[in-house]
């Protein structure tokens, strides 16, 4: 940071305001707040195409003290809109690392703050639930950011998976496997692509609009359908994809938003949390084994728990073990299942990563 740190301001819809020092570029910047309580893994949470369009505050105190590398990423850019942090450090020590926190937070237009008890904020959101909020190290004058804030559409009924989407379509993997996987991208990681692949997968990534007499051409054994950011109810283009898809009777995998557009298309409806789960260390129960597992997360819509109790044709598979919400499900008669988190866990623990190796499995399965 520079001798002469500038002010920095931090407004929440509720009126709550923080004053800190501008990191990164310097601007004003707008999203609904989050908190991730991960200690590592910045790059990779900064650059996850499910954070779009919100404002993330890090909870750990020390953020950027190992750099940036290149390889580090989940997408092509950072999709934070904003950042807010206790210590974001410019000086880091990974030998490995490319460059510095600040500098790749410039580079990324990302309007951030620091200086901030992001402890007591992230109790605040805990209490008072998600909400939008502003940056600025533009101006301090808060009648001003009141009104800008004031403009900023709640997530809410905001579908934004097209808004980070492949534009067109493409391949990874051995073009001669004999699994041949169609992802539905509505804001794929790279890591969850590079799970499939290393398990021999050929997999073509598709834009979330893509029709699937178009997808259909390529002639998959099996559809995975993304993670990706906003409401998932609002996406009536991408349920009716779905529901189609179930009805090729071939295996389907949906991970986060997946798992929300799977409910939907079985007419479960999806609801917004109070401040959703990002972190990671969820427990999570496996219904089936009964065995647990430490997840990552990364949600603000969850699956509406009665509405699938009085669905006779989903079983559910997985639950939170903080709050029993619904973490995974199965379409009883199809080969389709899904969950709320995230078994790529990049960053996170490994527990998880046994769905992919299922997902191959039924694929085999079916194609016998």
Known sequence: ????????????????????????????????????????????????????????????????NYGVKETDVESDSVKISGLIGRNLED????????????DYLKANKIVSIEGVDTRALVAHIRTRGAMNCIISSETTNIEVLKKKLAEVPDMDGLE?????STTKTYELGDKNSSIRIAVMDYGVKKNILNCMVERGAYVKVFPAKTSLEEIKKFQPHGYFISNGPGDPAPMDYAISTLKQILKEEKPVFGICLGHQLLALANDIPTFKMHHGHRGLNHPVKNLITGKSEITTQNHGF???????????????????????????????????????????????PHDSRYLFDEFLALIRENKN
């Open 91 to 102: 000086q880091y020590s990974r030998k490995m690392a490319k460059g510095s926190l600040n």
């Open 160 to 164: 934004l998976a097209s808004k980070v």
């Open 302 to 348: 969850g699956v509406d728990p009665e509405a699938v109790k009085k669905a006779k044709h989903i079983e559910v598979t997985h639950v939170n073990l903080n709050d029993k919400s619904i973490e995974g499900i199965r379409v009883k008669g199809k080969p389709a299942f899904s969950v709320q988190y995230h078994p790529e866990a990049t960053p996170g």
């Open 1 to 64: 940071m520079s001798d002469k740190p500038i002010p920095a301001v931090l407004l929440l819809a509720d009126g709550t305001v923080a004053y800190g020092q501008a990191f990164g570029a310097i601007g004003t910047t707008t999203g609904e707040i989050c908190f991730n309580t991960g200690m590592t893994g910045y790059q990779e949470v900064f650059t996850d195409p499910s954070y779009f369009g919100q404002i993330l505050i890090m909870n750990s105190a020390h953020i950027g």
